[in-house]
């Protein structure tokens, strides 16, 4: 999803970590959808946790209603009825999202890997009879795994040329910042240093030669906080 402005931040981080914690593991929506969700208000909690149990109430029966649909199929409908059941929080589609690909990764015969967001919003448009929702759902998942696969090979092009321009550098710095940006969409000093263990001169001398030599590009256009990812295929010689 994307964010709407710079003051979003703060809570677009606290969202994407409890999003990569639920993906990662714990019960699934499907066991206990509350402990899932973990919304808490400590003002309000007793009331949040009734009002959600009577919304999920509803969203988990029709869900094990479709048990003997593919698990792909039920990621889908999950989806779409997560706002009907009222169970969405003004308009955020997050939990909607990541509930959907536990769903589609579940019974060990789902899909591990399903990057709807990545093959365009068309994959989560809310609109059409459940068949169009569906097709338009199962066409999304394809264009996004597609776009992943070539953005894939591209890093792995990306990697043999990087290390034809590199080979005469010395010292463990330049293959440790190359292997980083390899596995890294986005990459900063900061990050550099914590995760290479090179100093901050050693990291900002080598991501300088290697922009300079167009192996990767600073994405930010600022002078502070800047963040690199590789770039083109076509290197300066």
């Known amino acids: 999803m994307r964010l709407s402005g710079a003051q979003d931040d703060p809570n677009a981080l606290a969202r994407v970590g409890w999003a990569v914690r639920r993906l990662t593991g714990g019960p699934g929506p499907q066991v206990d959808l509350a402990t899932f969700l973990d919304r808490r208000d400590p003002e309000n909690l007793?009331?949040?946790?009734?009002?959600?149990?009577?919304?999920?109430?509803?969203?988990?029966?029709?869900?094990?209603?479709?048990?003997?649909?593919?698990?792909?199929?039920?990621?889908?409908?999950?989806?779409?009825?997560?706002?009907?059941?009222?169970?969405?929080?003004?308009?955020?589609?997050?939990?909607?999202?990541?509930?959907?690909?536990?769903?589609?990764?579940?019974?060990?015969?789902?899909?591990?890997?399903?990057?709807?967001?990545?093959?365009?919003?068309?994959?989560?448009?809310?609109?059409?009879?459940?068949?169009?929702?569906?097709?338009?759902?199962?066409?999304?998942?394809?264009?996004?795994?597609?776009?992943?696969m070539r953005t894939l090979d591209d890093i792995e092009a990306w990697t043999g040329r990087a290390e034809n321009v590199m080979a005469h550098l010395s010292g463990r710095t330049p293959v440790a910042l190359r292997k980083l940006l390899m596995e890294w969409p986005l990459v900063s000093a900061p990050m550099a240093e914590a995760v290479t263990g090179a100093s901050?001169?050693?990291?900002?001398?080598?991501?300088?030669?290697?922009?300079?030599?167009?192996?990767?590009?600073?994405?930010?256009?600022?002078?502070?906080?800047?963040m690199w990812k590789v770039g083109s295929l076509q290197v300066v010689q």
Request: hydrophobic share 45%.
């Open 200 to 226: 901050r001169a050693a990291v900002q001398r080598n991501l300088a030669w290697m922009e300079a030599n167009g192996l990767i590009r600073e994405v930010t256009g600022q002078g502070r906080f800047r």
């Open 46 to 148: 007793e009331d949040n946790a009734e009002r959600l149990k009577d919304r999920a109430g509803g969203w988990l029966e029709v869900m094990a209603a479709a048990a003997d649909l593919h698990p792909i199929t039920r990621a889908c409908m999950g989806f779409h009825l997560w706002s009907l059941a009222g169970l969405g929080q003004h308009g955020d589609q997050i939990e909607a999202a990541v509930t959907a690909s536990r769903i589609a990764a579940s019974d060990e015969k789902g899909a591990i890997f399903a990057p709807l967001a990545m093959g365009g919003a068309g994959g989560l448009r809310v609109s059409g009879l459940p068949p169009e929702r569906l097709a338009r759902w199962l066409d999304g998942m394809d264009s996004a795994i597609l776009t992943a």
